[in-house]
């Protein structure tokens, strides 16, 4: 029951906090927006990391709004704010919508982590064999020139 004046539900729940929550996590929020090239955890990393990093990178656009964890921060803010909207309307479901939405988030971070571990492990393995094959040409490069200095040599 709401109280006159008072936006809490019954069971103690601010509806509006829930949606300041819901608001800092949000790409322009006070917390989503430190992860945007413009903010100061995404700036830092594209200037000073770059490469696999960067916005465009294999690791970075994971966390873009469309990539795996910024997408996912994205869906648990509308997840949040959907349930204050909720718990306003109706507060004797909120409880229910609440841990339903924790369990559904809590499946989309381990997911999004295993995704984004899965993908850096690949890049490795990927980088890895490019390094090997570099390699293994070059190797095989310095024996010819090695080779041919010794035929030249010889003649």
């Known amino acids: 029951m709401h109280s006159s004046g008072?936006?809490?539900?019954?069971?103690?729940?601010?509806?509006?906090?829930?949606?300041?929550?819901?608001q800092a996590l949000k790409e322009d929020g006070s917390i989503g927006k430190q992860f945007t090239r413009e903010g100061a955890i995404g700036k830092t990393i594209?200037?000073?990391?770059?490469?696999?990093?960067s916005s465009k990178g294999s690791v970075g656009k994971q966390f873009t709004t469309d990539g795996?964890?910024?997408?996912?921060g994205q869906k648990v803010a509308e997840k949040v704010e959907?349930?204050?909207r909720s718990t306003e309307r109706n507060p004797g479901q909120s409880m229910r919508n609440a841990k339903r939405t924790v369990e559904d988030m809590g499946a989309n971070a381990k997911r999004s982590g295993q995704?984004?571990?899965?993908?850096?492990?690949r890049n490795a393995q990927d980088i890895g064999k490019g390094a090997?094959?570099?390699?293994?040409d070059t190797s095989a490069q310095a024996q010819r020139?090695?080779?041919d200095w010794g035929n030249n040599m010889r003649k």
Request: hydrophobic share 40%; aromatic share 2%.
């Open 145 to 147: 020139k090695a080779q």
């Open 115 to 121: 995704d984004m571990a899965s993908g850096a492990r």
């Open 6 to 22: 008072s936006n809490h539900d019954s069971l103690g729940i601010d509806c509006n906090r829930l949606l300041q929550a819901a």
């Open 68 to 72: 795996a964890v910024g997408g996912t």
């Open 82 to 84: 959907s349930a204050a």
């Open 46 to 53: 594209e200037e000073n990391i770059g490469g696999a990093f």
């Open 132 to 136: 090997q094959r570099a390699a293994e």
